[in-house]
């Protein structure tokens, strides 16, 4: 499979147990129905090929982004991490934080958005709406502006819940959407049908070594995003991949 030969360089982070890749806003992390090869084939493929296993290789997905939604998404390479990165997700100890790139500047340049959100299954889309709302769920984030181009604005977002299309909902709902995001209400979509949304860095205990890691993903290669790069990032980063790797936790 050509695309486990290919993967290989957008690998932020692995070891036995785990694996943090640079998604492509293309990509898909698991099966859908549009029946396009899931990251999840690509890398067990990859794990298959790297390191000569034979049979099923095991990996398991963590948590997942959005397909038009770049940045680092974490694997599970054994059945203990997996089960432990789990909890962490459920008790909010692997911290999030993400690049938005929205056009309108918001009201307050740092806010905390607390707001109810509910699914629509058959429309794919989640809505803000009444906390008394049948299957309304808590949602709640924390934003900033960290930068600003002539005709943009870059954010800086820490998730606290983890819900549907969150985001990309919450900022639309005070009147910014996202970058090419047609479906949460702007005005044209982006040529590679990507929004720019990215998942810039995972804070986290290792689930099996204990030893903290954070893992930061540079964002995809094209004008804007390299724009905020450099005056965000630091001409000293550019476009390497970063993970710091702790010395072993007292927890």
Same mark, same amino acid.
């Given at each position: 499979m050509s695309e486990a030969r290919n993967i290989k360089k957008d690998i932020l982070y692995e070891d036995n147990h785990i694996l943090v890749l640079n998604k492509r806003p293309s990509d898909i992390v698991q099966g859908d129905k *549009?029946? +396009?090869t899931p990251l999840s084939e690509i890398l067990k493929e990859y794990i298959k090929v790297q390191y000569n296993k034979p049979g099923n290789v095991f990996l398991g997905v963590a948590h997942r982004l959005d397909r038009p939604v770049s940045g680092a998404v974490v694997f599970a390479k054994t059945? #203990? !991490?997996?089960? &432990?990165? %789990?909890?962490?997700? &459920? +008790?909010? /100890?692997?911290? #999030? *934080?993400?690049w938005a790139v929205v056009e309108q500047r918001p009201e307050m340049e740092n806010g905390n958005l607390v707001q109810f959100m509910r699914k629509d299954?058959?429309? %794919?889309?989640?809505f803000v709406v009444n906390e008394k *709302?049948?299957?309304a769920l808590r949602a709640e984030l924390?934003?900033?502006? @960290? %930068? !600003?181009?002539d005709n943009f604005n870059l954010l800086? @977002? /820490?998730? @606290? *819940?983890?819900r549907h299309h969150q985001i990309r909902a919450q900022l639309a709902k005070i009147g910014c959407p996202i970058k090419g995001d047609l479906k949460y209400g702007y005005k044209r979509s982006n040529?590679? !049908?990507? @929004?720019h949304l990215h998942s810039r860095m995972l804070e986290f205990i290792h689930p099996v070594k204990k030893t903290p890691i954070k893992i930061i993903a540079p964002p995809p290669d094209e004008p804007l995003w390299n724009h905020f790069l450099a005056n965000v990032g630091g001409k000293t980063e550019n476009r390497s991949q970063k993970t710091e790797v702790g010395r072993k936790s007292r927890q």
């Open positions: *549009t029946k +396009d059945s #203990k !991490a997996l089960v &432990r990165l %789990n909890e962490m997700l &459920r +008790d909010k /100890k692997l911290e #999030k *934080t993400y299954q058959e429309k %794919n889309k989640s *709302t049948k299957g924390n934003y900033k502006l @960290i %930068n !600003a181009s800086e @977002i /820490k998730l @606290i *819940t983890g040529s590679n !049908a990507s @929004i």
